[in-house]
RNA sequence: GGAGAAUUAGCUCAGCGGGAGAGCACUUCCUUGACGUGGAAGGGGUCGGCGGUUCGAACCCGUCAUUCUUCACCA
């Protein structure tokens, strides 16, 4: 044992700590234990960068949760991964190409790949080492990554699962392109800003006469691809033309017009054009009418030799040129601006565009409608706050179906072949037998596809019988943000239902966003974002932890300002410095000396020893509901006021001593309380109680696998918590009417308290010394019966009165004032107490406990009251 | 247009049916041997407005206002 810094050194007490816990295989869940499982698997992380702080919040509520559950006697099992993200990787590492002047197309797929795999493995090796910052109790020896062989055939399996069933189909869709990207995307990657556009009028002349159709549109290019002009079948103004042609303005081809109640009579001019490749919509009404469907862009966004003299030119520079064009020739009746929502690409934040093309669709109907009805079971996702499950339901119900193939390299790809002659179509977890004369689909999935996966899928789903899936599946909480629900949640819910019987995790407990101390996303265009490694270098992972985790209350978005974790790291010295105190008066016992029992305890121990009861049970309670906001309060409470403030001043008294029997009653409260405290905190600060924890134990094992504290029946006292608050209170008072007549501390003054009856009067005379040491007085009398003198300065407090007669010192005005004060106060009090019980409706209805403790308080004040009263007139005299 | 959240001390936020809390900031005092990254004592709030339920409301319900999220195929 050896005596701490007076300095909480943060980088000095993290080092080494993640090797002491791995040595020991302290976070490795075993499945042949007794123990209970508790799992839970880790959101896994992109291997395209570093992880921000909204990662480090996400995990550093996880730990808590594992690490309380180890403690607690669990066989816990925190499960690490990553995700190969398709899209973000893909481009990262075609960024990386770039760089070097290289395009992925001039290397093609297997080297891309290659590529990737390298950008993977270098990223992975980032993100494992800013989680052993973070001190993070993951069990690496079964660390996933999305494109392991076994979670590929989990993928698969899912996929052809869905086929067979018929909840996977291939087909000619609307679906939303990324023309940056070159690829499909689903509904829910699709951003929706809104955009001051125009809403362009054209005419549209009808086929053998002068007459002409006004259509307004916000996407002029797309007329090309025009089939039909729709109005809505009770529409008078048009019913005539119905059946008759008008002609494209734009390249003169005669279109007819037909009738359909999508149209909206009251919308715009009643009349719209049909272009069905290039809107869902239309494309539906189209469907309906036996259109055709011309294509008229190219999968990079320009226009195709569709679009006329308009060929090869981006969408928006052909929409710019169209526009001129028709003015000029007159076919402009007028542009409005308009606000309209514009869909862009998640990922590159270009305009997405709807597009005809052939991709894999997830049937969602079915799927949603089971995981919706489970909602209503026994067996539902316990979502945390509540409101969330409504977040989710309300998706589900309005869910289109999911495309899900992405025309990327990065991924798993589709395991359909086609046959190179007959143009058959194989779909099954292998390859057709005479590959030679099969393609495989060049696609591979949407990311989300095996992510769904993740809590079965790396606990070795689809393998039947695997320990681990055995034991530890269905996990228990998993912890995410809100703006992943639609993503992966709801995925997942619906994946595991259908191919385990089963809800991937019991609880999922939502978090919010991290923002800037002004309240504004973090991103990189703002450039306001906070590298969580930073943090950790200048106030250590222990703070921040503490601080991402107890800031806010569930579902909540939590702003980073870095004076709050500045606090906590104060906080942490403060624990630093107790635990200084204590061990170095420890004098070598350590905390398996310890055997309180059958001993007798000061009022101060039993006071401690009664308050870290209530907090054990506080914070059971509020971890329960994973309130770690409250939990944090209550440690910070109890450690700081109860602990440093009162209790380890007290200590002093018998520390300081020669009573030896004393002396080591005390040692065991401190080690107690101090082991305790560290215990409970350890979820949140894993490397500084680690460190005390050590220190304060002769044991070479881990804090992080100890027993979790339990509240000691033995020592609730509520005698001692009274006779304790007398104490506490009358030491207040002093100390107030010290600085009131600013008499410093070190200033002896007399002390004269009248105990208003023998037990406290008992209680006083027994706990002079402490009244002795906290007042510094050069008296100290305690009797039944002080009659009140003028010369004394005089507070009240509940069971006794305090005089401070200090000689030639008192102001009288002062006095008076201040008592008048003191009296008001107490008028007011008086008078609450006395109309709550004169409410003859609050006497009967309120439980008979509250009426009773009212009348007491009543008394109490009544009796203050008069004191005061008594005082002021002696003075006023 | 639908849905949700927020509105509490100067700032950032807890509390969510029985007498308003924390951190930071502010005032005064303190170089006492765990800690001045500290200690002691303070000041500061009609808990957004208005109704309602209740013996009792910051907390539950309704409504309005302001702010912020989300979802949605209105051409």
Not at 297 to 311: I, P, R
Request: charged share 25%; glycine share 6%; hydrophobic share 40%.
């Amino acid at each position: 044992m050896r005596n701490l810094a007076p300095k909480y050194n943060h980088q000095e007490v993290e080092a080494g700590k993640n090797k002491f816990w791995y040595d020991q295989d302290a976070f490795k869940a075993d499945p042949t234990s007794k123990k209970p499982a508790y799992t839970i698997v880790i959101p896994p992380p992109n291997v395209t960068g570093k992880l921000h702080l909204g990662h480090a919040w996400d995990t550093s509520l996880q730990d808590i949760i594992i690490r309380m559950k180890r403690m607690q006697g669990y066989d816990a099992l925190w499960l690490p991964g990553m995700d190969h993200a398709g899209i973000a990787t893909q481009a990262k590492v075609d960024a990386r190409l770039k760089e070097q002047g290289i395009s992925r197309y001039d290397i093609g797929r297997e080297k891309f790949l290659e590529k990737s795999w390298e950008w993977k493995e270098e990223y992975a090796g980032v993100i494992r080492q800013q989680w052993d910052k973070l001190g993070l109790s993951l069990d690496y020896s079964r660390e996933r990554f999305t494109l392991d062989e076994g979670l590929s055939e989990a993928v698969r399996k899912v996929f052809v699962g869905l086929y067979e069933k018929g909840l996977i189909y291939r087909g000619e869709r609307i679906i939303n392109w990324d023309p940056a990207a070159r690829t499909a995307l689903s509904d829910i990657e699709v951003i929706h800003k809104e955009i001051e556009g125009a809403f362009y009028h054209f005419k549209y002349q009808i086929e053998g006469s002068n007459d002409f159709l006004e259509v307004a549109t916000t996407r002029p290019e797309t007329m090309f691809g025009d089939v039909a002009i729709a109005v809505h079948p009770d529409d008078e103004r048009y019913t005539h033309l119905i059946g008759k042609n008008v002609i494209i303005p734009g390249n003169g081809v005669a279109i007819p017009i037909i009738a359909d109640d999508y149209v909206e009579m009251d919308f715009g001019t009643g009349v719209v054009k049909i272009t069905p490749a290039h809107d869902p919509n239309d494309f539906e009404v189209g469907n309906r009418h036996n259109l055709s469907r011309p294509v008229v862009m190219n999968l990079d966004g320009t226009m195709n030799e569709g679009a006329g003299k308009y060929n090869g030119l981006d969408r928006f520079v052909a929409r710019k040129q169209l526009v001129a064009d028709l003015q000029a020739a007159g076919l402009v009746v007028k542009i409005d601006k308009h606000v309209h929502s514009v869909g862009h690409s998640e990922r590159t934040d270009v305009v997405v565009e709807p597009y005809l093309s052939t991709q894999w669709f997830v049937k969602m109907e079915e799927l949603a409608k089971r995981s919706v009805e489970n909602q209503a079971t026994e067996n539902k996702v316990n979502f945390i706050p509540e409101r969330f499950e409504n977040t989710f339901l309300r998706w589900m119900e309005n869910v289109h179906d999911w495309c899900i193939s992405r025309q990327l390299w990065w991924g798993h790809q589709i395991p359909a072949w086609y046959h190179k002659t007959t143009g058959e179509m194989h779909v099954g977890m292998e390859a057709p037998a005479d590959l030679e004369n099969w393609t495989q689909d060049e696609d591979v999935l949407d990311t989300w596809f095996s992510s769904a996966l993740w809590p079965f899928s790396t606990l070795g789903w689809p393998d039947s019988g695997d320990a681990d899936f055995e034991k530890y599946f269905p996990t228990d909480t998993l912890v995410t943000g809100y703006d992943i629900i639609f993503f992966w949640v709801s995925r997942m819910i619906f994946q595991s239902l259908e191919f385990t019987e089963k809800v991937p995790f019991n609880n999922v407990l939502i978090h919010g966003l991290v923002r800037d101390a002004d309240g504004r996303k973090m991103s990189k265009s703002l450039g306001n974002g906070v590298d969580p490694m930073d943090v950790i270098e200048k106030y250590g992972a222990d703070a921040l932890r503490y601080f991402l985790t107890t800031n806010s209350a569930p579902g909540q978005d939590l702003r980073y300002i870095e004076e709050k974790v500045e606090s906590t790291w104060n906080f942490i010295n403060k624990i630093w410095n107790a635990s200084r105190f204590v061990i170095m008066n420890l004098d070598g016992m350590t905390v398996e000396d310890v055997d309180l029992t059958g001993r007798s305890l000061s009022v101060a121990d039993a006071w401690i020893l009664g308050r870290l009861n209530e907090t054990i049970r506080g914070i059971n309670r509020n971890t329960e509901s994973f309130e770690f906001g409250e939990v944090g309060r209550h440690l910070y409470n109890f450690i700081w006021d109860d602990f440093c403030s009162w209790y380890i001043e007290m200590a002093k008294l018998p520390m300081q001593s020669e009573d030896e029997a004393a002396k080591t009653f005390t040692r065991m409260v401190l080690a107690t309380v101090l082991e305790a405290i560290v215990k409970l905190l350890h979820p949140f600060m894993p490397f500084v109680t680690e460190e005390i924890y050590q220190m304060i134990s002769s044991s070479d094992k881990a804090l992080a696998v100890a027993a979790w504290p339990e509240a000691n029946p033995g020592f609730d006292n509520p005698k001692a918590v009274t006779d304790f608050s007398l104490l506490m209170d009358i030491i207040r008072s002093v100390r107030n009417i010290r600085a009131e007549v600013d008499a410093p501390n070190s200033k002896q003054i007399r002390i004269f308290i009248n105990a208003k009856n023998d037990e406290v009067l008992d209680n006083l005379t027994a706990n002079q010394a402490y009244l002795e040491r906290f007042c510094n007085p050069s008296e100290l009398r305690i009797e039944k019966g002080l009659t009140l003198s003028e010369e004394a300065m005089t507070a009240v407090v509940t069971g006794a009165d305090i005089l401070l007669p200090i000689e030639g010192l008192v102001n009288v005005e002062a006095e008076i004032a201040r008592l008048s004060a003191e009296l008001k106060k107490l008028s007011a009090e008086v008078k609450r107490g006395e109309s709550k019980l004169a409410n003859e409706k609050f006497t009967a209805k309120a439980p008979a406990h509250l009426v009773e403790e009212e009348r007491a308080k009543l008394e109490d004040y009544k009796e203050k009251f008069a004191t005061v009263e008594s005082k002021l007139k002696q003075l006023s005299k």
